[in-house]
């Protein structure tokens, strides 16, 4: 979480400085990023107020209310009308100790905006404590499903038809396990971060960032032909604070490669190759010629000069690997059967590595990045995917499904010598090596995801761990799959990642 005391300070000084403006859900629309209004529910003693900081995609909440529990509430709300199913997901804090224990905060889904309505929330205590709370009908007393650990930072509210799940997660570990109640709640609902004082006449303050109201697919989606809208996101890995630069709905966008000089991203989509400047937050799109059917597996040379493609070749009717220079131009095929796919260039420029299917066996492949012989480097019962050569080149990371479950591996370039990196109950996938050789980051499906899959629209996690082994640190948990990370796409300070996530409209 963020932690840093200067933050918290400055936090403190701006919600001062917002504390003078009264607040009410009687005052009229007041958009507060994300949301379309803010106010406070039931009869408060002290206006709280609702701020967001967009440099740092942050909310800053303060309210009062007596609590926010039996037949009626009081507290202060950041909201947005929904409907259908979604999923809300944050990282939350109290700024400081506060006054009574039992101060809440987190995620709110309720009827109206009156203090008695129906709803669902997942509730923060100061103490510590966790839990789903529900009031089923107006008027009615408010119950509690506890959760199964004590001061998440990280708290996920999901609904589902008329089931609601909350997942919550110390940060740096993934999601407990979930608790799932069924509401019958009005299709159309109040849907927001909150706060409540837990006594009238104090005004407590928390702040929330990583917020993400999640539109997800409709469950009859048909994969490769309907698409949901995509973000394109930069992750801090330090801090775990993320921030979309860049959304669009209903395309699918994917696998964004971060270019050398720091300057711009490289992306594919609908068959395209796109770059992405970081400056002016626009795409253009890269001139590939007659070869316009590029997929997600796209890898730029260490030195940012050559972009390596997959892309369908219209005589062998599969992907093939192509090569070409960084600003764009006529393509040269280096694989000449298929399917290929790419994924990592040597660092010194002369080869390739990629996945090869043949005779419908999926292993590791390496060949010259001018053309020649493809040399076989795996060759083992199940799917060997994502090479990806350590910027010293002393090592080949990949992933494989040998040992029944897809984990991490790496071997030495000539194939020698694998051996396992991860060992846990995900499925792992394309580990992408920081350019200070010092850590990797991965993608983790969950288990009931078969292990030679890495299919679109998922909760997914990206984790972390040293290089050499260690217990992975989940640094997002992500809506997301196919495309979110299977390019290199660590910044070139070795400090950020890039990722997609996936949301349709709502």
Same mark, same amino acid.
């Given at each position: 979480?963020?932690?840093?005391?200067?933050?918290?300070?400055?936090?403190?000084?701006?919600?001062?400085?917002?504390?003078?403006?009264?607040?009410?859900?009687?005052?009229?629309?007041?958009?507060?990023?994300?949301?379309?209004?803010?106010?406070?529910?039931?009869?408060?003693?002290?206006?709280?107020?609702?701020?967001?900081?967009? /440099?740092?995609?942050?909310?800053?909440?303060?309210?009062?209310?007596?609590?926010?529990?039996?037949?009626?509430?009081?507290?202060?709300?950041?909201?947005?009308?929904?409907?259908?199913?979604?999923?809300?997901?944050?990282?939350?804090?109290?700024?400081?100790?506060?006054?009574?224990?039992?101060?809440?905060?987190?995620?709110?889904?309720?009827?109206?905006?009156?203090?008695?309505?129906?709803?669902?929330?997942?509730?923060?205590?100061?103490?510590?404590?966790?839990?789903?709370?529900?009031?089923?009908?107006?008027?009615?007393?408010?119950?509690?499903?506890?959760?199964?650990?004590?001061?998440?930072?990280?708290?996920?509210?999901?609904?589902?038809?008329?089931?609601?799940?909350?997942?919550?997660?110390?940060?740096?570990?993934?999601?407990?396990?979930?608790?799932?109640?069924?509401?019958?709640?009005?299709?159309?609902?109040?849907?927001?971060?909150?706060?409540?004082?837990?006594? @009238? $006449?104090?005004?407590? @303050?928390?702040?929330? $960032?990583?917020?993400?109201?999640?539109?997800?697919?409709?469950? $009859?989606?048909?994969?490769?032909?309907?698409?949901?809208?995509?973000?394109?996101?930069?992750?801090?890995?330090?801090?775990?604070?993320?921030?979309?630069?860049?959304?669009?709905?209903?395309?699918?966008?994917?696998?964004?490669?971060?270019?050398?000089?720091?300057?711009?991203?490289?992306?594919?989509?609908?068959?395209?190759?796109?770059?992405?400047?970081?400056?002016?937050?626009?795409?253009?799109?890269?001139?590939?010629?007659?070869?316009?059917?590029?997929?997600? /597996?796209?890898?730029?040379?260490?030195?940012?000069?050559?972009?390596?493609?997959?892309?369908?070749?219209?005589?062998?009717?599969?992907?093939?690997?192509?090569?070409?220079?960084?600003?764009?131009?006529?393509?040269?095929?280096?694989?000449?059967?298929?399917?290929?796919?790419?994924?990592?260039?040597?660092? $010194?420029?002369?080869?390739?590595?990629?996945?090869?299917?043949?005779?419908?066996?999926?292993?590791?492949?390496?060949?010259?990045?001018?053309?020649?012989?493809?040399?076989?480097?795996?060759?083992?019962?199940?799917?060997?995917?994502?090479?990806?050569?350590?910027? /010293?080149?002393?090592?080949?990371?990949?992933?494989?499904?040998?040992?029944?479950?897809?984990?991490?591996?790496?071997?030495?370039?000539?194939?020698? /010598?694998?051996?396992?990196?991860?060992?846990?109950?995900?499925?792992?996938?394309?580990?992408?090596?920081?350019?200070?050789?010092?850590?990797?980051?991965?993608?983790?499906?969950? @288990?009931?995801?078969?292990?030679?899959?890495?299919?679109?629209?998922?909760?997914?996690?990206?984790?972390?761990?040293?290089?050499?082994?260690?217990?992975?640190?989940?640094? @997002?948990?992500?809506?997301?799959?196919?495309?979110?990370?299977?390019?290199?796409?660590?910044?070139?300070?070795?400090?950020?990642?890039?990722?997609?996530?996936?949301?349709?409209?709502?």
């Amino acid at each position: 979480m963020i932690a840093h005391v200067a933050t918290c300070l400055g936090m403190l000084t701006s919600l001062a400085a917002f504390a003078v403006l009264p607040v009410s859900k009687a005052s009229g629309a007041q958009p507060v990023g994300i949301f379309e209004d803010h106010g406070d529910i039931g009869s408060v003693a002290n206006h709280g107020t609702a701020v967001y900081h967009a /440099d740092e995609d942050r909310y800053a909440l303060s309210g009062a209310g007596s609590n926010i529990w039996a037949k009626t509430d009081e507290f202060q709300f950041a909201w947005k009308k929904m409907k259908g199913d979604f999923l809300l997901q944050a990282r939350v804090k109290f700024i400081d100790k506060g006054v009574i224990e039992h101060r809440k905060i987190g995620w709110m889904i309720r009827e109206s905006l009156e203090p008695n309505s129906p709803y669902v929330d997942i509730a923060v205590h100061g103490s510590g404590l966790t839990s789903l709370q529900v009031r089923p009908k107006a008027d009615e007393n408010t119950v509690q499903y506890v959760a199964p650990i004590l001061n998440p930072s990280v708290i996920q509210l999901e609904r589902k038809g008329n089931k609601y799940t909350m997942r919550v997660a110390w940060d740096g570990q993934p999601f407990s396990p979930p608790r799932t109640q069924e509401v019958d709640l009005a299709d159309d609902v109040y849907v927001g971060l909150f706060i409540c004082s837990h006594k @009238a $006449d104090v005004v407590e @303050a928390a702040i929330f $960032d990583n917020v993400r109201v999640v539109v997800p697919a409709k469950d $009859d989606f048909v994969p490769y032909r309907d698409y949901i809208g995509s973000n394109i996101e930069i992750l801090d890995v330090a801090t775990g604070s993320r921030k979309i630069i860049y959304h669009v709905d209903g395309v699918s966008l994917q696998a964004p490669n971060w270019t050398p000089n720091g300057k711009a991203l490289i992306y594919n989509s609908e068959g395209k190759l796109y770059r992405f400047d970081l400056e002016t937050k626009t795409p253009t799109m890269i001139d590939t010629g007659s070869v316009t059917e590029n997929n997600n /597996d796209h890898v730029l040379s260490f030195d940012g000069k050559m972009l390596g493609i997959s892309s369908r070749d219209k005589t062998i009717k599969q992907s093939a690997v192509y090569t070409v220079p960084v600003e764009g131009g006529t393509p040269t095929q280096i694989t000449p059967t298929g399917p290929s796919y790419l994924h990592g260039w040597s660092p $010194d420029g002369k080869s390739l590595v990629f996945t090869g299917g043949r005779n419908n066996i999926f292993d590791i492949y390496k060949i010259p990045a001018a053309g020649g012989t493809e040399q076989k480097l795996t060759d083992t019962p199940g799917l060997d995917d994502g090479p990806e050569f350590t910027p /010293d080149g002393k090592f080949i990371y990949f992933n494989s499904t040998r040992t029944g479950t897809m984990q991490i591996w790496r071997m030495q370039p000539s194939g020698n /010598d694998p051996e396992q990196i991860t060992d846990d109950e995900f499925n792992n996938w394309f580990p992408h090596i920081s350019p200070d050789g010092k850590s990797i980051v991965f993608i983790s499906f969950p @288990a009931d995801v078969k292990p030679e899959d890495h299919p679109f629209y998922k909760h997914v996690l990206l984790r972390m761990m040293p290089i050499w082994g260690g217990p992975p640190k989940t640094i @997002a948990y992500v809506y997301g799959g196919q495309g979110t990370i299977n390019v290199p796409s660590w910044s070139p300070d070795s400090k950020k990642v890039a990722f997609v996530s996936n949301t349709a409209g709502d």
